[in-house]
Every structure is written in structure tokens, then in C-alpha cells.
């Protein structure tokens, strides 16, 4: 089945490297990217993805801030990727998270998560 | 033209040809630099005039002065404050994650990842620091976040 997906990042270098690594992955579409929460979640609805990966830390809204306002999209799967420490992003949330928190090392364990997803 | 270098920094002999090799791929042989302790790195970042650093790539283990006071030592400098750096670090520790990123790192690389993953990887950080020209942009929270 074909995935699409929604890219969040304020950091063109790092919206860049996603495109290029989700690049010739047959059913995965990259839809739409945004440099701020307040702006994807305007188009997510039109957009309707299977994934949203969004930075945690951004301009305005946190990454953690926009998965919470996802949770009324119970079939968008969101993935929050952050230098940050999970537990410490775990810690900032009371609510059960219904999104995954990932480390931003761009590392093949990261992207199989995000791959396996699609699946 | 001073041509913009791209400066590796690591102290493996393995790693730095694993590097070189991601590079040479993607034609980016003519441009290396490699240096091989925190010393060297910063006295050829701060002081050598002819060179321009146009990304740093960056191991944290290293001799002499490690990775991340190399990072910061760079990040206060008028000469390289905006110089893109990737660290590549092969840590399991979250926390350098995290004091990489607030120390300025624009990206963070963890290995070991297949080598066509870290070809792909590097070669595409490389193209876009060197082909886009682009400015790392400042953040207020932490000194300087890509």
C-alpha cells in the first residue's frame, strides 16, 4: 500500500537528508514538509498521511505539542525526533503518548522503525 | 577560488578511510582534510588561514581535546561560529547526543551503520553543505541548532 508521508523541520538541511533517505523506497511518498507545527497541522487534515516525523524542537509548538493535537487522527502514526533523551521528552508529556520518540542520529535502526511503519 | 575544504577529524585510521571512501563516492575527493586529534582540528579550523572549512566531520573520542570541546571551542570562534558540523560518533550514550546538539552540532551521525547507509548518509550531508551554501541558522535555547 502506498504511505505518505509529512515532514516537519525547521532545519532545511535536515528536511533534505529525509527526502533524500525516503527516495526511491517504492510505496513512500514524502507529501508535504513544513518548517513549524502551527503550519503542518493546517494541511494535515487536506493531507491525510499514514506518517508524520516531526522534530521536537521547532519554532512556536514542540514536535510533542503537535503529536498531542494528532491524537484525534488515531490512524496517523507520528514519530517525534529529538537530540533530546526520550526520557526526558517522556517526562514532559502526562498524557499516554500515542506517538513514538526517536533519536535524531540518522542512524539505520531510526529509519528501519520509520520503514517498518510503512509496512 | 579558495576552495571550501571539508575537514575530517578522527583518530581511527579504519574509520577516516571508511569516510574518505563515503566521499570519494560522491566526488568529494578533491576537498578532504583529514586530521587526526582535537588539537590539530582546531589549530587548522582557527588558525590556518588558507584553509575553508566548509563542513566539519567530526569524531567525539579523541586525542588531546575530544570531539565535543572541539565542537564548542569551534562554536566560540568568529572564524568558524557558522561553519556546518556533523558529528559521526559511534557512542550509545544519549547524553552526547543531547550535548552535541546543544553544544551547535548541525547533525548527528551514529555508527556503525552498513556502509551504504553511511555512504548514502555522508554524501548527502556533503552535498548539501557544499553545493547549497547554505547559513546554519541560531537559535536562542541553544546556541546553534541544524
Known amino acids: 500500500m502506498h504511505k505518505r508521508i509529512v515532514i516537519i523541520d525547521d532545519d532545511a538541511a535536515h528536511r533534505f537528508l529525509y527526502k533524500h533517505r525516503f527516495k526511491g523506497i517504492s510505496d513512500?511518498?514524502?507529501?508535504?514538509?513544513?518548517?513549524?507545527?502551527?503550519?503542518?497541522?493546517?494541511?494535515?487534515?487536506?493531507?491525510?498521511?499514514?506518517?508524520?516525523?516531526?522534530d521536537y524542537t521547532l519554532p512556536g509548538m514542540s514536535g510533542i505539542e503537535l503529536a498531542e493535537k494528532l491524537h484525534r487522527y488515531p490512524d496517523v502514526k507520528v514519530f517525534v525526533v529529538s537530540g533530546h533523551e526520550p526520557d526526558f521528552l517522556k517526562s514532559l508529556t502526562e498524557a499516554p503518548p500515542?506517538?513514538?520518540?526517536?533519536?535524531?542520529?540518522?542512524?539505520?535502526?531510526?529509519?528501519?522503525?520509520i520503514l517498518n511503519a510503512c509496512n | 577560488m579558495n576552495k571550501k575544504r571539508i575537514i575530517v577529524v578522527e583518530d581511527s585510521e579504519d574509520d577516516a578511510e571508511f569516510t574518505k571512501l563515503a566521499l570519494m563516492k560522491n566526488n568529494f575527493l578533491n576537498n578532504i582534510v583529514v586530521t587526526t586529534d582535537g588539537a590539530q582540528a582546531l589549530e587548522l579550523l582557527l588558525d590556518e588561514a588558507e584553509i575553508t572549512p566548509g563542513l566539519v566531520l567530526l569524531d567525539l573520542n579523541l586525542p588531546k581535546i575530544n570531539g565535543l570541546d572541539v565542537l564548542r571551542r569551534v562554536r566560540e570562534h568568529e572564524k568558524t561560529k557558522l561553519v556546518p558540523i556533523v558529528v559521526?560518533?559511534?557512542?550509545?550514550?544519549?547524553?552526547?547526543?543531547?550535548?552535541c546538539y546543544e553544544a551547535g552540532a548541525n547533525s548527528y551521525v551514529r555508527k556503525p551503520i552498513d556502509f551504504h547507509d553511511y555512504m548514502t548518509v555522508v554524501g548527502e550531508i556533503a552535498h548539501y553543505w557544499l553545493k547549497t551554501n547554505e547559513v546554519p541558522i541560531m537559535r536562542k535555547n541553544m546556541q546553534l541548532v541544524m
Open chain 2, 88 to 99: 559521526l560518533s559511534s557512542s550509545k550514550e544519549e547524553k552526547d547526543l543531547r550535548n
Open chain 1, 98 to 113: 500515542n506517538y513514538t520518540i526517536l533519536p535524531k542520529d540518522w542512524s539505520k535502526a531510526v529509519f528501519d522503525r
Open chain 1, 28 to 54: 513512500v511518498e514524502i507529501i508535504g514538509e513544513f518548517e513549524s507545527a502551527e503550519e503542518a497541522l493546517s494541511h494535515i487534515p487536506s493531507l491525510n498521511p499514514h506518517l508524520v516525523i516531526t
